[in-house]
């Protein structure tokens, strides 16, 4: 199964690290600071790795409960924030003071606004989801659909301007409609087996 797992969310990790300019070279910012929401789940356990193999220094992960916080210690964050314990944004500010290179964001609308207000300048916000947007399987009535609907009403704009004046970057994708991508997923395969095979990557 976990086997079966890994081109998806290895894949889709990798692409967002490309996308925030962080693979396949470093980027020349001084920055490297990064910020992985859902660090202990599928894709974020895979960011949280790679950022270390990428030498993104720190590699600041959030979990939502107390059990995670050392899985995710584990996979090699330097910093873990459980959110269900302690204030996440003031954490967040706190490890990494001149703000983040790169947020990792498939939460939706409880976390847009304020990852991207914790970008330092040149840093990127790769969204890849809208976790809390959904509803759960156990409450498809109207009323989740109602909810549902609200929260895309409340989705953050983003300004043009603001991004130019603040020199920040906004990027999202669905590796799932990237068939047609053959160079670029083999290219991402070829460079998870290599990690894999070396044992950079669990």
């Not at 490890?95 to 498939?106: K, L, N, Q």
């Not at 300004?159 to 991508?181: I, Q, R, T, Y």
Request: glycine share 8%; aromatic share 6%; hydrophobic share 55%.
């Amino acid at each position: 199964n976990e086997a079966a797992a890994l081109p998806a969310v290895a894949g889709t990790a990798l692409h967002a690290l490309k996308l925030a300019g962080q693979w396949p070279t470093p980027p020349l910012v001084a920055n490297r600071a990064v910020l992985i929401h859902s660090a202990a789940g599928g894709v974020g356990s895979m960011l949280v790795q790679m950022a270390k193999i990428l030498q993104c220094h720190p590699v600041v992960g959030v979990v939502g409960s107390p059990h995670k916080v050392a899985a995710c210690k584990a996979l090699g964050a330097d910093v873990v924030i459980d959110k269900s314990s302690e204030d996440l944004w003031a954490a967040a500010a706190a490890a990494a003071p001149g703000g983040f290179a790169a947020v990792f964001d498939a939460n939706g609308v409880s976390t847009l606004s304020q990852s991207y207000a914790s970008l330092a300048q040149t840093g990127t916000l790769v969204i890849y989801g809208f976790h809390t947007n959904l509803p759960s399987a156990a409450s498809l009535s109207p009323l989740a659909w109602v909810r549902m609907a609200a929260g895309i009403l409340r989705m953050p704009r983003f300004e043009p301007l603001d991004l130019v004046l603040a020199s920040k970057a906004v990027a999202g994708f669905n590796l799932s409609f990237f068939a047609d991508e053959t160079a670029l997923v083999d290219a991402y395969m070829e460079q998870i087996v290599a990690w894999v095979e070396s044992g950079a990557l669990a």
